[in-house]
């Protein structure tokens, strides 16, 4: 048992010796911190120039936006509103961005507004909408192609309003 904590004590000795050579530092918190300035005296990060770190706030990781409701007159009853470094400049090189979406009553199941966060993983984020990519084609998807169990009896009328309806055959 002696011979066995020698040994454990000079493994540990022998590490804390060799520690003190090694010099090392995490690059991805000196990139982590480059909150986004339209400045070009700066570093350039990620597509935007960076904001001298002494200079960075508590308002640069912030929008006050948040809490404003999206126009959902339209035709999907909804509104998508993205967040990114444009609009929150310390999200640079976070890799993260947010969106706020709006529901209006009907669209969503409740008789009143509705509204969701979420939170993406890019910093620059498209935005597509579901309904009119797959529905809204040109040309149409067969409904044989879809996997939305439609019934393939049915026939696809696109009237001028571009709102779509169905009708048997």
């Known amino acids: 048992m002696k011979g066995f904590l020698r ?3 000079a493994k540990v000795i022998l590490l804390a ?12 918190f000196k990139t982590s911190a480059c909150v986004a300035v339209d400045d070009a005296n700066g570093v350039f990060v990620n597509g ?10 508590a308002e ?13 007159i339209n035709r999907v009853g909804s509104n998508v509103t993205n967040f990114n470094v444009d609009k929150i400049p310390g999200l640079n090189t976070l890799g993260v961005s947010l969106v706020h979406i709006d529901f209006a009553p009907g669209v969503n199941v409740g008789r009143t507004n509705a509204v969701a966060f979420a939170g993406l993983g890019s910093q620059n984020p ?8 797959v529905f809204g084609s040109k040309p149409l998807i067969m409904p044989e192609i879809l996997a939305f169990q439609l019934d393939v009896n049915m026939k696809h009328y696109e009237i001028v309003n ?7 055959n």
């Open 7 to 9: 040994f454990i004590v």
């Open 17 to 28: 010796l060799a520690s003190s050579f090694v010099s090392c530092h995490d690059l991805l």
């Open 48 to 57: 935007k120039f960076c904001k001298d770190p002494k200079y960075v706030k």
């Open 60 to 72: 640069d990781f912030f929008t006050s936006e948040l809490n404003i409701a999206g126009n959902t």
């Open 126 to 133: 498209g935005t597509i909408t579901i309904a009119e990519a």
């Open 162 to 168: 571009k709102a779509h309806i169905c009708t048997r």
